[in-house]
């Protein structure tokens, strides 16, 4: 029964569809806010600062990233407050949240035989700079590539200094040796001319498998972070050859984590039902390597939209004592002419609170 309903799961994993850009689900026209999972969002600090930490989605699941201070109303036991009565300001993210993304890149034998290389890299390099940015906004990235070896290599561990993360895409530019025969003079490189491809088989399940679990490691090792999550983006030219591990064993294992995924795929060898399955948030097919570009950019909005969607709102109460309850009302444009609303309550005590509140 084991088998069956593990086989099942993978099965239905194959089903699902998530091209690129497309809505994963239908739901409500509205907006949802949320507080991150098992941290209480509200904090209250003399003489009367109050703090709200949330995260803004669509109510079917689409991140909502640059609202400013004036899409947020602030509410008081029902009855909207007076910007003349307290300071108030919204900050995009703070440094209560982290999103770590991992980049997989597909370096076998086929992508440096077929002269991809240099594309991969340049769109590699956007992703970088778009996810990073100039700035240490909360964002970290790690670079590993794979061929047909068991594990994947690191590339780039996880780091949020853009220049560090271009120069382990540079370093990709050394070459060792230009034929194989060269090779056979390094114990640990065997085919593949260049010590970017060893095996030049592709082991594609195995790497994913395995990067899902140093995401899930990452994560697991900030525990003082309100908010955390991972994004696997996997590139790859083709379908997985080494069998080291099956592709019912990897769609079973993607299946368990909250990590999410995203897949590009370049050329006609690779199976769009296995990318769309393992792709659950997002999957770019590219038929040449010079559109590659274009699908990173992609992945790195929609990688920059999650990490974007969560505010710290700060305001200073006008209440000075007792229990009373806040509420955050946010708007946001939707198609057309229409407007996206939701909110989020809780509760504060005010005992103690004084006049002379700065933020």
């Not at 770590?100 to 240099?118: H, K, M, Q, W």
Request: hydrophobic share 40%; aromatic share 6%.
């Amino acid at each position: 029964m084991e088998h069956i309903s593990r086989h099942a799961l993978a099965l239905a994993s194959l089903a699902l569809v998530a091209c690129g850009g497309a809505p994963l689900t239908a739901g409500p026209r509205c907006l949802s806010l949320n507080a991150p999972e098992g941290v209480d969002p509200l904090a209250v600090s003399l003489p009367a600062r109050v703090s709200l930490f949330f995260s803004v989605d669509t109510c079917d699941g689409a991140p909502v990233a640059g609202l400013t201070a004036d899409a947020f109303e602030v509410q008081e036991d029902g009855k909207p407050l007076s910007a003349l009565e307290s300071q108030r300001a919204v900050r995009p993210k703070g440094q209560r949240s982290r999103l770590s993304s991992l980049l997989l890149l597909d370096l076998s034998g086929s992508v440096l035989r077929a002269g991809d290389f240099p594309a991969l890299k340049e769109a590699a390099r956007r992703y970088v700079s778009r996810v990073l940015g100039p700035r240490d906004d909360g964002q970290r990235l790690a670079i590993y590539t794979f061929d047909g070896r068991e594990e994947p290599q690191l590339l780039v561990d996880f780091t949020g200094d853009v220049a560090a993360a271009q120069r382990g895409l540079d370093s990709l530019d050394a070459v060792e040796c230009s034929t194989n025969a060269q090779c056979a003079g390094f114990t640990d490189r065997r085919t593949c001319a260049g010590w970017r491809c060893v095996d030049d088989s592709t082991n594609l399940n195995g790497a994913v498998v395995h990067a899902v679990e140093r995401l899930e490691r990452a994560l697991e090792a900030e525990p003082l972070v309100a908010w955390k999550e991972g994004a696997l983006v996997v590139f790859t030219d083709g379908t997985d050859q080494a069998a080291r591990v099956s592709t019912f064993d990897m769609l079973e294992r993607t299946a368990r984590t909250t990590v999410r995924r995203f897949t590009v795929g370049l050329g006609s060898e690779v199976d769009p039902k296995v990318l769309a399955a393992l792709g659950r948030d997002g999957t770019w097919p590219v038929a040449r390597a010079n559109g590659l570009s274009d699908a990173f950019d992609q992945v790195a909005a929609r990688v920059t939209a999650r990490a974007n969607r969560f505010y710290l709102l700060e305001y200073c109460s006008p209440r000075r004592s007792g229990q009373h309850t806040v509420k955050v009302v946010a708007r946001a444009p939707g198609e057309g002419a229409e407007t996206l609303v939701g909110g989020l309550s809780r509760t504060f005590d005010a005992t103690g609170f004084t006049s002379g509140c700065e933020l």
